[in-house]
């Protein structure tokens, strides 16, 4: 499952031979934000939810993780929704295609939490939104609250191990909570925090100084290259869309350029999808990087690649083609910055998951399958036996402030 060498007239015990003349080979794409493989993606009845994980509703049958293979996509972040403040905890996820839930999660992977601020926090765009907080200022507060009581709460709990250690004396309650914001104040989680408006990025970069802790990630940032300088300062990511903006108030003033000038300012910039299906086309999203701001093809890539895995602390494990590391590569027809390239082979541990010359026998089945059944369908129906209504479901995308579970309606709006 690891890359053992790189080089030529290289050989190995009962290694599989591919043949990869006129291609490209790259590093799988990590996805930072996703929402794909998850049945449930917001907890939204609260102000914070950290005592929830994304870990235990993985989807492993969306057929949506076979879709992002086919784009050259093996690991993503599987995020909480924006619905709070303080979200759930992350799951972090290879896109092994036929495992099961428990396979598909990366291990010893860092562990990570969703923060969410503006129009979705407060409720702006909700009828029903009843529950604290309604502004901006609210919001801010939440994190204070939350971070003192975790911080009381940690204190408890290293008293009773220092002194009551051996002794009969109860030890205080568990808060699930409060134990994962504590797991913040003291760099064991990290914070991938969904924002866009300027005022919103410095108020949190306050509270964490303030509170002694760093933000690891801003995801959207798309008012990122009006503060990159104080980003950079701090010591947080940006992980943005590539083109993004005017589907909300909030995004007014969200520029295409708005990667390469954070780059251009030293801060670790990386594309994400936080949709089904712009993860199986991040390859085009980074290739406009050069299109915009003109960036290097090689820091274009690195958006998608290792600079996601930097961000997830995982760029030992994942994000390069390098001796030592995970082997999860990508081979590609053309440039993979190129919009004609497509994917010929998805590696995940050194296991093809996506193969398009299997594509095309398994889609040439199915249509087969497909024809036998209708056929069947068309003789029964002749035959005057029953027939019952087909039932289509609507297959669902989930987005940051998504509700609801597989099979209910929910609200699908950004």
């Not at 939490?113 to 129009?119: C, M, N």
């Amino acid at each position: 499952g690891k890359i053992i060498k790189i080089g030529k007239n290289l050989s190995a015990k009962r290694a599989k031979k591919i043949n990869g003349t006129g291609k490209h080979l790259t590093a799988g794409i990590v996805d930072e934000h996703s929402h794909i493989a998850t049945s449930a993606v917001n907890e939204g009845a609260q102000n914070s939810s950290a005592e929830v994980s994304i870990e235990d509703v993985i989807d492993p049958n969306d057929i949506n993780i076979y879709r992002n293979l086919s784009g050259g996509t093996t690991s993503i972040q599987i995020l909480h929704g924006s619905a709070n403040p303080i979200g759930g905890r992350s799951a972090i996820i290879k896109l092994k295609w036929g495992e099961n839930a428990e396979n598909l999660i990366y291990p010893n992977s860092p562990k990570f939490i969703k923060f969410a601020l503006g129009e979705n926090v407060k409720q702006s765009r909700y009828s029903y939104g009843t529950r604290f907080p309604q502004t901006r200022m609210g919001v801010e507060q939440v994190f204070y609250d939350g971070f003192h009581r975790a911080r009381i709460y940690d204190q408890e709990w290293d008293n009773y191990l220092k002194k009551n250690k051996g002794k009969s004396i109860s030890e205080p309650r568990v808060d699930l909570e409060l134990k994962t914001l504590a797991e913040i104040l003291k760099s064991e989680r990290f914070i991938t925090c969904h924002s866009y408006v300027q005022s919103e990025i410095n108020m949190l970069m306050h509270v964490a100084d303030s509170m002694g802790f760093r933000v690891n990630t801003f995801t959207h940032i798309l008012e990122g290259y009006k503060l990159a300088d104080k980003m950079r300062e701090h010591g947080v990511g940006g992980s943005t869309f590539s083109d993004w903006w005017a589907y909300k108030y909030e995004v007014n003033d969200a520029i295409p350029y708005n990667a390469s000038l954070m780059h251009d300012n030293g801060v670790v910039v990386a594309i994400n999808s936080d949709d089904a299906e712009m993860g199986r086309r991040l390859n085009q999203e980074a290739a406009k990087g050069v299109k915009y701001g003109g960036m290097s093809q090689e820091d274009a890539w690195k958006m998608v690649t290792l600079n996601p895995a930097k961000l997830l602390h995982l760029d030992e494990r994942m994000g390069s083609v390098k001796v030592g590391k995970d082997a999860d590569l990508v081979l590609w027809t053309d440039n993979p910055l190129s919009i004609m390239a497509k994917v010929s082979k998805t590696i995940i541990d050194g296991t093809i998951y996506f193969d398009s010359n299997r594509k095309i026998e398994l889609e040439n089945r199915n249509i087969e399958e497909r024809s036998r059944i209708i056929q069947k369908m068309i003789l029964d129906k002749e035959a005057g036996n029953p027939v019952k209504k087909y039932e289509h479901k609507k297959e669902k995308f989930y987005h940051c402030d998504s509700f609801g579970e597989e099979g209910e309606t929910s609200t699908n709006t950004h």
